[in-house]
């Protein structure tokens, strides 16, 4: 088994850090675009998905 550096290792996870901050930030950008709109967006909760439905605060992905 071959061993990777330490400054490959810390390369790889900055990069792993920033595709991880990408995609929340796509995804907090469709969220914030489906509210403007007034549409309704599909999350999981865990479970099952739930439809988040714009100025619906009664119901939460935890419900």
Known sequence: ???ISKPALQ???E???D???ALQDAVVEAIER??????Y???WDG???VEIHP???????AE
Request: cysteine-free; aromatic content about 4%; proline content about 3%.
């Open 1 to 3: 088994m071959t061993s």
């Open 11 to 13: 390369m790889a996870e």
């Open 15 to 17: 990069e792993s850090h």
């Open 19 to 21: 595709a991880l901050n």
């Open 34 to 39: 489906k509210r403007r709109l007034g549409q």
């Open 41 to 43: 967006w599909v999350v």
């Open 47 to 49: 479970e099952k998905p």
């Open 55 to 61: 100025g619906d605060h009664s119901k939460t992905a």
